[in-house]
């Protein structure tokens, strides 16, 4: 199956039982044709971008060693070249949720697009999420990253690793956990912009606990794994505190 870490992700919502849609760039090439062909074989609509002159398809090539270690060789071409005009608005407008993959955010006119697609999104009353992918992305881009979520992300995805990077965040025994002080950091943040639009309730906790998620839709951080950033930063020390008791027995 031809994939990528965003193709991935629509040919696992189609194969459970989801409509997805993805959109790319190849090029006019033996590569681009499989690429296609293997979405929509999964049932993932395919609204590719308009293909580059001498710029071939994306390839990666992985060997992987008989105790599971895997080195990947990764050449992006056309990928990589993606620019506001590749953007079907219309399939964006259709979706109920668009989704945008962080390891294309290197190039200017590719950080545009991804800002045109959440604009376009929004103006429709869509969600737009994000993945922060590789933290090596998150340390090129960090600034850009944090105003991207800032003002146009509704729901971020993360892993410890790149929450963390994205915050700056550095370890000290005598400070909160990662999780806790990524979650933090994500809420005070939303929380300071959505006050500006919808305030919270003086009723509603801040931040949120277990049971009560923010009541904005661009309030919501969901990072891997769910137990520990999808909850408070006092949940999640608390529950970091309980482990360490629970071994030290």
């Known amino acids: ?11 696992g919502v189609a194969s459970l039982g989801g409509r997805a849609a993805y959109l790319g760039k190849v090029s006019d090439d033996e590569l681009g044709n ?3 062909h293997d ?7 395919f609204r590719p971008g308009a293909p580059e002159a001498d710029t071939p398809t994306g390839r990666c090539i992985i060997v992987v060693t008989p105790d599971a ?4 060789n990764t050449y992006l071409g056309v990928s990589s070249l993606l620019q506001p005009t590749d953007i079907d608005e219309a399939t964006v407008a259709a979706g109920k949720v668009l989704y945008m993959e962080g390891y294309l955010y290197d190039r200017p006119a590719a950080k545009e697009a991804f800002r045109h697609a959440a604009a376009v999104a929004h103006a429709h009353d869509r969600q737009v999420s994000l993945t922060l992918s590789d933290s090596f992305c998150v340390d090129r881009h960090r600034a850009d990253f944090r105003r991207l979520v800032t003002d146009q992300v509704d ?3 993360g ?11 550095r ?8 999780c806790a002080t ?4 994500l809420w005070s943040r939303w929380a300071r912009r959505d006050a500006r639009s919808s305030p919270v309730p003086k009723s509603s906790p801040w931040p949120p606990n277990r049971s009560t998620r923010c009541s904005t839709p661009r309030a919501r951080a969901t990072c891997s794994p769910p137990d520990s950033c999808s909850a408070t930063p006092v949940s999640a020390a608390r529950r970091v505190r309980e482990a360490g008791r629970d071994r030290g027995r």
């Open 155 to 157: 729901i971020l995805f």
């Open 182 to 185: 990524t979650a933090t950091s």
């Open 1 to 11: 199956m031809s994939g990528g870490s965003a193709a991935n992700t629509m040919c």
């Open 34 to 36: 499989v690429f296609g």
């Open 159 to 169: 892993n410890e690793t790149s929450c963390v990077r994205s915050t700056r965040w």
């Open 69 to 72: 270690q895997r080195t990947m």
């Open 171 to 178: 370890h000290s025994p005598k400070r909160s956990p990662p």
């Open 39 to 45: 979405l929509r074989a999964v049932g993932v609509q």
